[in-house]
C-alpha cells in the first residue's frame, strides 16, 4: 500500500452554484412535465396501491413484483 497522502480535489469557486441552478431547473422541467390531472391520477393509484398493501399486510416500498401484479 502506498503511504503518500492524496490532496482532495475542490470545485473552483461557483462550480457548486452552478450545479444546484442547473438541479433546480431540472426539478422546475420535471414538475412541469406532467399535468395536474396526470399527478392527481398518479397519486390516486399509488394511494390506492399502498392501501391495498396495507390491508394485507405488505410493505408497499420497495414494491414486491409478486404484489404488483397481483394488484393489477
Not at 390516486?44 to 397481483?70: I, N, Q, Y
Request: hydrophobic share 40%; proline share 10%.
Amino acid at each position: 500500500m502506498d503511504d503518500r497522502e492524496v490532496a482532495p480535489v475542490l470545485p473552483e469557486p461557483g462550480t457548486l452554484a452552478l450545479l444546484e441552478d442547473d438541479a433546480q431547473a431540472a426539478r422546475g422541467y420535471a414538475s412541469e412535465a406532467l399535468s395536474p390531472a396526470t399527478r392527481r391520477a398518479y397519486q390516486s393509484d399509488v394511494d390506492a396501491f399502498m392501501a391495498w398493501c396495507r390491508r394485507r399486510g405488505a410493505d408497499p416500498l420497495p414494491a414486491e413484483p409478486e404484489f404488483t401484479h397481483r394488484f393489477f
